[in-house]
């Protein structure tokens, strides 16, 4: 019984220390750009495609419902970089809004017509961490390695994105790219963290690194550690009082969120962390 809780606590912890690095970074290009909701789609996305793998005959979790998943993210990246209105009287982020609205209406009308869709549906809200394994760790390191390594080659792009977006050619293919990045690792963790945490995972630790310093790297930094800790509290908790995975670790994200809110209104800029430069 004791191997089985420390074999559970390593596998969580190890998942979780992996997934906040990557998801911390893009969270960082998602708030600075005001690209909010464009992570609720792609997370909504992902449970649609896995919907649809189920409607096909597609065992949920599998790796044909994973491609299921990545086809529809796919389309929905393509949809952001290419849906960028010009007039100032329709935000970007009205159309991403509208966007997620309709993946979430999608997914609820595909998951009335299946046999156990609500079900399924609470699985792609709230995700299962039980699923959680080593092989699955470990695949998700690869993979989490290679798009570090592809955002470290081309990073003076995707930050010239945040930073000077007029300078930067070919904006819609890197704006592609990035959601494409994004869509990939939603695909990842949405099985597992469902699409409410992995939503978490992305904007929370970020918010707080951007509310602290302008810099990257100490922004990537700031976030994980906070990420990570507000997430070990949440699976503790979890354990501790039995209480549901998902809602523990994001009440727990938000929590630091709002202490982090509490410190920025009460500290002055010049006393936080490399503020500017």
Same mark, same amino acid.
């Given at each position: 019984?004791?191997?089985?809780?420390?074999?559970?606590?390593?596998?969580?912890?190890?998942?979780?220390?992996?997934?906040?690095?990557?998801?911390?970074?893009?969270?960082?290009?998602?708030?600075?750009?005001?690209?909010?909701?464009?992570?609720?789609?792609?997370?909504?996305?992902?449970?649609?495609?896995?919907?649809?793998?189920?409607?096909?005959?597609?065992?949920?979790?599998?790796?044909?419902?994973?491609?299921?998943?990545?086809?529809?993210?796919?389309?929905?990246?393509?949809?952001?970089?290419?849906?960028?209105?010009?007039?100032?009287?329709?935000?970007?982020?009205?159309?991403?809004?509208?966007?997620?609205?309709?993946?979430?209406?999608?997914?609820?009308?595909?998951?009335?017509?299946?046999?156990?869709?609500?079900?399924?549906?609470?699985?792609?809200?709230?995700?299962?961490?039980?699923?959680?394994?080593?092989?699955?760790?470990?695949?998700?390191?690869?993979?989490?390695?290679?798009?570090?390594?592809?955002?470290?080659?081309?990073?003076?792009?995707?930050?010239?994105?945040?930073?000077?977006?007029?300078?930067?050619?070919?904006?819609?293919?890197?704006?592609?790219?990035?959601?494409?990045?994004?869509?990939?690792?939603?695909?990842?963790?949405?099985?597992?963290?469902?699409?409410?945490?992995?939503?978490?995972?992305?904007?929370?630790?970020?918010?707080?690194?951007?509310?602290?310093?302008?810099?990257?790297?100490?922004?990537?930094?700031? +976030?994980?550690?906070? +990420?990570?800790?507000?997430?070990?509290?949440?699976?503790?908790?979890?354990?501790?009082?039995?209480?549901?995975?998902?809602?523990?670790?994001?009440?727990?994200?938000?929590?630091?969120?709002?202490?982090?809110?509490?410190?920025?209104?009460?500290?002055?800029?010049?006393?936080?962390?490399?503020?500017?430069?």
């Amino acid at each position: 019984m004791a191997s089985e809780t420390v074999r559970f606590f390593s596998v969580q912890i190890a998942l979780l220390a992996i997934v906040l690095i990557l998801h911390t970074y893009i969270g960082l290009h998602i708030i600075r750009r005001t690209l909010i909701f464009s992570d609720l789609v792609l997370d909504q996305l992902a449970a649609f495609g896995a919907l649809a793998g189920i409607g096909l005959g597609i065992e949920y979790g599998t790796a044909q419902s994973y491609l299921s998943s990545m086809a529809a993210v796919l389309f929905g990246a393509l949809l952001l970089a290419l849906i960028k209105p010009k007039s100032r009287a329709i935000p970007r982020e009205a159309v991403i809004g509208i966007m997620y609205a309709l993946a979430l209406v999608a997914s609820l009308l595909l998951a009335d017509k299946l046999r156990g869709g609500e079900a399924y549906v609470t699985k792609t809200l709230a995700g299962s961490m039980l699923w959680v394994t080593w092989p699955l760790v470990a695949v998700t390191a690869i993979v989490y390695i290679v798009l570090l390594a592809f955002h470290c080659k081309f990073h003076r792009k995707f930050i010239g994105m945040a930073e000077n977006p007029h300078g930067i050619k070919n904006e819609r293919l890197w704006d592609f790219l990035l959601f494409t990045t994004q869509g990939i690792i939603t695909v990842l963790i949405v099985p597992i963290a469902g699409v409410l945490l992995a939503y978490a995972f992305l904007m929370i630790p970020a918010a707080i690194a951007a509310m602290f310093t302008m810099r990257w790297a100490w922004a990537v930094i700031i +976030g994980w550690a906070i +990420g990570f800790t507000a997430c070990i509290i949440g699976l503790f908790s979890s354990y501790s009082f039995d209480l549901p995975y998902g809602p523990s670790l994001v009440l727990s994200l938000g929590f630091f969120f709002a202490v982090a809110v509490v410190i920025r209104c009460l500290f002055s800029s010049n006393r936080l962390v490399g503020m500017k430069g």
